[in-house]
T-cell receptor
């Protein structure tokens, strides 16, 4: 089955700096790659996603890139703010079978 | 829409007791997922249903766990008998398969503590 690895497990940046989180997946058939943000004590919520026929997608301060050949995808957050502090999960999906990475705890220091 | 609804939000029980977690998906969604989240193992897919039919239950840890979806608006996850290692947050999520994206919407979760 699909295996998703996510790095780093923790990331601390200064407010205003950029943050990058990277994931790799194992199954070349995966075709949907969402990113979820989970604040402490709350549910995971989708922040951005990308399909396998697209290489890059941007939404304001966040962007995701996908390299199908290398089977890796990344989340980029620019101009980080303290409210970006949370745990971020990547996932790879074939149809409904979605597998999550282990998560990255991002801390943005004011 | 109220989103995915889960109950109870918190459950504290003693080892050996039966636990039933409930989920109501978003109206119109045809896929439903049960996840377990722990610090050690992260977010694990336990089972998912498509059109009320269980498609993949390979993530169910053992026979003590069972899930049902008797209709499109209700699902249960049952643990019998419960053990302390089952303590976790259990999330239900739903999605519309076949739509432009496979976005899964998560419920608020049930925090289960087994003493």
């Amino acid at each position: 089955g699909e295996n998703v690895e996510q790095h780093p497990s923790t990331l601390s940046v200064q407010e205003g700096d950029s943050a990058v989180i990277k994931c790799t997946y194992s199954d070349s058939a995966s075709n949907y790659f969402p990113w979820y943000k989970q604040e402490l004590g709350k549910r995971p919520q989708l922040i951005i996603d990308i399909r396998s026929n697209v290489g890059e997608k941007k939404d304001q301060r966040i962007a995701v890139t996908l390299n199908k050949t290398a089977k890796h995808f990344s989340l980029h957050i620019t101009e980080t703010q303290p409210e970006d502090s949370a745990v971020y999960f990547c996932a790879a999906s074939i149809s409904n079978d979605m597998r999550f990475g282990a998560g990255t705890r991002l801390t943005v220091k004011p | 829409d109220a989103g995915v609804i889960q109950s109870p939000r918190h459950e504290v029980t003693e080892m050996g007791q039966e636990v039933t977690l409930r989920c109501k998906p978003i109206s119109g969604h045809n896929s439903l997922f049960w996840y377990r989240q722990t610090m050690m193992r992260g977010l694990e897919l336990l089972i998912y249903f498509n059109n009320n039919v269980p498609i993949d239950d390979s993530g169910m840890p053992e026979d003590r766990f069972s899930a049902k979806m008797p209709n499109a608006s209700f699902s249960t996850l049952k643990i019998q008998p419960s053990e302390p290692r089952d303590s976790a947050v259990y999330f239900c999520a739903s999605s519309l398969t076949g739509g432009p994206r496979n976005e899964q919407f998560f419920g608020p979760g049930t925090r289960l503590t087994v003493l």
